[in-house]
């Protein structure tokens, strides 16, 4: 198995697409790192990053007859993938931990800052810090935890209109600090 | 907004980081169809954050891989097996029976034998069902007797359901399914003049034993209890706490008995007003 090999995205997707064994290689050595960069800072854990990743590449090996060329590069449909898959496994497991279930502490506001978990040192959250505070947490409960603008704006009691501006302010900023 | 100004308002970072709207997304995607200059603004940021991903990457446990490649290989023998359905082949052939002639009587006899036979079994057979018939009817008399009752029960609870449902003074607010389970939905009638608040659950999964829903008022950003609804009223509506003011209503699970504040992650369904 040559893994030097490099192909242009078209020939990728296109032996991906034939299920050719080689291109999934490829494909594992060339991005499995990248993305378990993305899984790893929102499932905060290196045991659940792995049952992620795995099953990232499952369904990147099932899904990728939907991936269509003209909405974007093969790259971001997997991050994409990796973000929605650790979401729900962040999901999933608390629900599934009582926990979590117990009641937060008396007088506490909607505002979930207080329960946003650490692990600031990996990846995108590495350059969240750069932010403003209030940016951060905006940034933080759309991305790494999977909200809807309309939940956001419910939790933390600001109009919608205001969620989405400052989110994609933030994100502009976000870009800036990515060189 | 002209193109430069849409390119720079956050939507191609919100789109390729997956943040926009599903509106968004598709009008996006009709942008980047009618505008090169979207497309390449798309395409720009796309490289840059790949870059940024490959340069901050942590390389996954060496076992893994392997872990992962037999899984495809399980998943491409399924694949496969289902795309080679044969037919299974059957070369058996049955050898022919030996023949042996009989003289009249001993067919006579044989019929004689089967009639009286098969004459036995039916009657066994009728008095069997006649039995069982008789049975089912006493069961089916008290069961109906039951029924009624039960149904008499179920009607007085419309009856109270559809009163409050035709009531003109009612204010309607239909909660929808948050992310983590978007196919619930709950109905919140409040009463404009008594402020009473009742409960129409449209479609949430069974609480898990243990648990139960319950509904928040959500009054200047803060979660107000708003009372626990009985799974056994869940199929009428149910009566709620009073609640004279609020800007949004929400249903959590929480642990039987309900607690002093929602548990986030465990949010079904919300509106705000």
């Given at each position: 198995?040559?893994?030097?090999?490099?192909?242009?995205?078209?020939?990728?997707?296109?032996?991906?697409?034939?299920?050719?064994?080689?291109?999934?290689?490829?494909?594992?050595?060339?991005?499995?790192?990248?993305?378990?960069?993305?899984?790893?800072?929102?499932?905060?854990?290196?045991?659940?990053?792995?049952?992620?990743?795995?099953?990232?590449?499952?369904?990147?090996?099932?899904?990728?007859?939907?991936?269509?060329?003209?909405?974007?590069?093969?790259?971001?449909?997997?991050?994409?993938?990796?973000?929605?898959?650790?979401?729900?496994?962040?999901?999933?497991?608390?629900?599934?931990?009582?926990?979590?279930?117990?009641?937060?502490?008396?007088?506490?506001?909607?505002?979930?800052?207080?329960?946003?978990?650490?692990?600031?040192?990996?990846?995108?959250?590495?350059?969240l810090?750069?932010l403003?505070?209030?940016q951060r947490?905006l940034v933080e409960?759309a991305y790494?935890?999977?909200?809807?603008?309309?939940?956001?704006?419910?939790?933390?009691?600001?109009?919608?209109?205001?969620?989405?501006?400052?989110i994609?302010?933030a994100l502009?900023?976000l870009?800036?600090?990515?060189? | 907004?002209?193109?430069?100004?849409?390119?720079?308002?956050?939507?191609?970072?919100?789109?390729?980081?997956?943040?926009?709207?599903?509106?968004?997304?598709?009008?996006?995607?009709?942008?980047?169809?009618?505008?090169?200059?979207?497309?390449?603004?798309?395409?720009?940021?796309?490289?840059?954050?790949?870059?940024?991903?490959?340069?901050?990457?942590?390389?996954?446990?060496?076992?893994?891989?392997?872990?992962?490649?037999?899984?495809?290989?399980?998943?491409?023998?399924?694949?496969?097996?289902?795309?080679?359905?044969?037919?299974?082949?059957?070369?058996?052939?049955?050898?022919?029976?030996?023949?042996?002639?009989?003289?009249?009587?001993?067919?006579?006899?044989?019929?004689?034998?089967?009639?009286?036979?098969?004459?036995?079994?039916?009657?066994?057979?009728?008095?069997?069902?006649?039995?069982?018939?008789?049975?089912?009817?006493?069961?089916?008399?008290?069961?109906?007797?039951?029924?009624?009752?039960?149904?008499?029960?179920?009607?007085?609870?419309?009856?109270?359901?559809?009163?409050?449902?035709?009531?003109?003074?009612?204010?309607?607010?239909?909660?929808?399914?948050?992310?983590?389970?978007?196919?619930?939905?709950?109905?919140?009638?409040?009463?404009?003049?008594?402020?009473?608040?009742?409960?129409?659950?449209?479609?949430?999964?069974?609480?898990?034993?243990?648990?139960?829903?319950?509904?928040?008022?959500?009054?200047?950003?803060?979660?107000?209890?708003?009372?626990?609804?009985?799974?056994?009223?869940?199929?009428?509506?149910?009566?709620?706490?009073?609640?004279?003011?609020?800007?949004?209503?929400?249903?959590?699970?929480?642990?039987?008995?309900?607690?002093?504040?929602?548990?986030?992650?465990?949010?079904?369904?919300?509106?705000?007003?």
């Amino acid at each position: 198995m040559d893994t030097n090999q490099s192909y242009t995205e078209a020939d990728l997707v296109q032996l991906l697409k034939e299920r050719d064994n080689r291109a999934f290689n490829y494909l594992y050595e060339h991005y499995s790192a990248a993305l378990y960069g993305i899984i790893l800072p929102i499932v905060n854990e290196q045991e659940v990053a792995n049952d992620v990743l795995q099953e990232v590449f499952l369904n990147i090996w099932r899904k990728i007859d939907s991936y269509d060329p003209t909405k974007g590069r093969l790259f971001t449909w997997m991050l994409n993938i990796a973000r929605n898959a650790s979401i729900d496994m962040v999901r999933s497991k608390s629900f599934q931990n009582t926990r979590k279930n117990q009641p937060l502490q008396e007088n506490v506001n909607w505002n979930t800052t207080a329960q946003l978990r650490n692990m600031d040192n990996i990846g995108l959250r590495k350059v969240l810090e750069k932010l403003k505070d209030e940016q951060r947490t905006l940034v933080e409960l759309a991305y790494f935890r999977g909200y809807t603008h309309e939940e956001i704006a419910a939790m933390e009691g600001i109009p919608l209109g205001t969620v989405k501006t400052r989110i994609r302010t933030a994100l502009i900023q976000l870009r800036n600090y990515l060189e | 907004m002209n193109v430069k100004e849409y390119i720079a308002s956050g939507i191609v970072e919100s789109y390729v980081l997956g943040l926009a709207s599903k509106e968004e997304m598709a009008e996006f995607e009709r942008m980047c169809a009618a505008h090169s200059e979207v497309r390449v603004a798309r395409d720009a940021f796309e490289k840059q954050l790949e870059a940024h991903a490959l340069n901050n990457s942590i390389k996954p446990p060496a076992h893994l891989q392997s872990q992962i490649f037999s899984e495809i290989d399980i998943e491409l023998d399924k694949l496969r097996s289902t795309q080679n359905n044969g037919t299974v082949t059957d070369d058996y052939t049955p050898e022919p029976a030996p023949v042996v002639t009989l003289r009249w009587w001993k067919y006579s006899a044989v019929a004689a034998i089967i009639f009286l036979l098969a004459s036995v079994g039916l009657n066994i057979y009728l008095a069997g069902q006649y039995n069982k018939v008789k049975r089912d009817y006493t069961v089916a008399t008290t069961n109906f007797a039951d029924t009624k009752q039960a149904m008499q029960t179920r009607l007085t609870d419309y009856e109270n359901s559809l009163q409050v449902l035709k009531d003109t003074n009612m204010a309607v607010i239909k909660m929808k399914g948050v992310s983590n389970s978007p196919e619930s939905m709950a109905t919140v009638y409040w009463d404009t003049r008594t402020k009473d608040v009742y409960l129409f659950v449209n479609n949430l999964p069974e609480p898990a034993s243990g648990k139960q829903y319950q509904l928040w008022a959500i009054v200047d950003g803060k979660p107000v209890d708003a009372g626990m609804l009985n799974w056994n009223d869940a199929d009428g509506v149910a009566v709620m706490k009073n609640i004279p003011a609020a800007q949004g209503f929400a249903i959590t699970m929480e642990k039987m008995g309900g607690s002093p504040t929602p548990d986030m992650d465990a949010m079904y369904v919300m509106k705000m007003l």
